[in-house]
Structure formats: structure tokens, C-alpha cells
């Protein structure tokens, strides 16, 4: 199993990204997956969720309505559409695979999101 994120960078405050994780050694469409971001010197947080087909999805209240979950089973990859950003959305994004107990069993490496002027 591996997962590859990449599309993150420096942005302004106001910006947008689009941050992509590509899946594979499994069937990437049987599972549900996830974006789970880390600020520095903070924990781990939740970002969003999105269920194997991409119809029903799932975000935190820090992103809602500014963040867009999707996936593209055809090419085994998962998106997270960032607009609005804030400086606090400052983190490393994480795309996990979740496990039929809502485990997250496989992890990225992770891409680094900075929003500063």
C-alpha cells in the first residue's frame, strides 16, 4: 500500500491549492479515505472524509464550506480543493486510508501547506 501527496506549497492568505494523493497496492475504490492535517507544535486534526463512491463526504467545521473533498476511482487518486485559505490552515496534510473499523491504516508521507503574505 502507498500513498502520495503532493500539490501543497506557499500560498497567500486568500489562496487557493489543490492537493492530491495518488493510491496504490490496493482498491483504492473499496475504501473510504481521508485528509488529516498537522500544525506545528499541534496534534493531529482531522480535515475531511470522503466515502467510496464520492458521494457522501464529511468535513471539519475549521474547513467547511472552503474545502472540497472529492476522488477519481479511474485513476486511484483523492483531491482536497483548498480556496479561502487561511494562515491558519498552516499544516501538513495527510491522506490516510481508512480501515472497515474506521481505522486509519495507511498513511502519506505528507505535503506541507504554508499560508503567509
Known amino acids: 500500500v502507498q500513498l502520495v501527496e503532493s500539490g501543497g506549497g506557499l500560498v497567500q492568505p486568500g489562496g487557493s491549492l489543490r492537493l492530491s494523493c495518488a493510491a496504490s497496492?490496493?482498491?483504492?475504490?473499496?475504501?473510504?479515505m481521508y485528509w488529516v492535517r498537522q500544525a506545528p507544535e499541534k496534534g493531529l486534526e482531522w480535515v475531511s472524509t470522503?466515502?467510496?463512491?464520492?458521494?457522501?463526504?464529511y468535513y471539519a467545521d475549521s474547513v467547511k464550506g472552503r474545502f472540497t473533498i472529492s476522488r477519481d476511482n479511474a485513476k486511484n487518486t483523492q483531491y482536497l480543493q483548498m480556496d479561502s485559505l487561511k494562515s491558519e490552515d498552516t499544516a501538513v496534510y495527510y491522506c490516510?486510508?481508512?480501515?472497515?473499523?474506521?481505522?486509519?491504516?495507511?498513511w502519506g508521507q505528507g505535503t506541507q501547506v504554508t499560508v503567509s503574505s
Open positions: 490516510a486510508r481508512s480501515n472497515t473499523d474506521r481505522s486509519l491504516d495507511y
Open positions: 497496492g490496493f482498491t483504492f475504490r473499496s475504501y473510504w
Open positions: 470522503i466515502d467510496t463512491g464520492g458521494g457522501d463526504t
